[in-house]
């Protein structure tokens, strides 16, 4: 039963959440309840009321109401100034780019040389990051709410897939799981998860990146601790099953540090680093 299912009360604002405890849909009331009950297809909001006889005066909210938030208006890029802030090409060869500023991701098609419809967002996502494999884009906002939408559908929308605790400070593919980062725990946190939506492992104590680029041949996710002096090249094994491995130090370091970006070149042996410029790594 939809009464069943947990409803939180935030000042004037009441969520609806499934039984994964994901958000699927919420309610604004005129002013900030005191309590909530929920009693059959319905949610009873309390007010303090000095002028009514025991104190309170109720709203019913129908769980109906309780319906996905919509994303922004839909946006025609064409013709339009933006810069984007972050681009991919999907395996249907379409250009994604997404623009935070216009809570949009625009979608090029180079053989068309025009725009396709474009995804409108629910709000500026704070990362994004695709799945070439199974054509899944995921967007986190800074609640920590992590979104997945699927390209392979008509009409592709943001659907409700994983909460984190904190603040999100990165996101990134690992191969058949979804890497991300948080600000909670000590330090940052990690934190692998499958594709159906559910924690395989975390791990605190670790490090913040600008950036965490995964290397599927030897199962390593690559990152910086931009948080610490002197920067150093960081590395974490993920294995097949989604356990993160304790996080290993580069001996390549020193007082200048280290800037983006990280790339993967080929043609080097397994866990043989290469540094260009003094600077910027890249590993096989």
């Given at each position: 039963m939809e009464s069943q299912l947990p409803f939180i009360l935030n000042g004037d604002e009441v969520t609806a959440y499934s039984r994964a405890f994901l958000p699927t849909g919420s309610v604004i009331l005129p002013e900030s309840a005191i309590k909530i009950f929920v009693t059959g297809d319905s949610v009873i909001a309390f007010f303090p009321d000095t002028a009514a006889s025991n104190g309170y005066r109720t709203q019913s909210i129908p769980i109906s109401d309780f319906k996905p938030a919509d994303p922004n208006d839909p946006i025609d890029p064409t013709g339009l100034t933006y810069w984007p802030d972050w681009t991919t090409v999907s395996t249907q060869g379409q250009v994604l780019l997404l623009s935070k500023y216009y809570q949009t991701l625009f979608r090029w098609n180079p053989t068309t040389l025009a725009y396709d419809t474009s995804i409108p967002l629910l709000g500026s996502p704070s990362y994004i990051t695709y799945a070439r494999e199974t054509e899944l884009l995921y967007v986190v906002y800074a609640s920590g709410l992590i979104y997945k939408i699927d390209l392979k559908q008509e009409s592709p929308r943001e659907v409700p897939f994983f909460q984190l605790p904190g603040l999100p400070a990165g996101l990134s593919m690992a191969g058949e799981f979804l890497f991300a980062v948080d600000d909670a725990g000590a330090w940052y946190t990690h934190y692998v998860i499958s594709a159906e939506g559910s924690l395989k492992h975390s791990r605190d104590w670790n490090y913040y990146s600008k950036e965490y680029v995964w290397n599927p041949?030897?199962?390593r996710m690559y990152f910086f601790r931009d948080d610490t002096s002197p920067n150093d090249l960081i590395y974490e094994t993920i294995s097949s099953s989604g356990v993160l491995q304790a996080p290993?130090?580069?001996?390549?370091?020193?007082?200048?540090?280290?800037?983006?970006?990280?790339?993967?070149?080929?043609?080097?042996?397994?866990?043989?680093?290469?540094?260009?410029h003094g600077l910027r790594c890249a590993e096989a």
């Open positions: 041949t030897n199962r290993v130090d580069s001996p390549y370091h020193d007082e200048f540090g280290w800037e983006h970006p990280i790339r993967i070149s080929g043609g080097w042996s397994i866990g043989t680093p290469r540094v260009r």
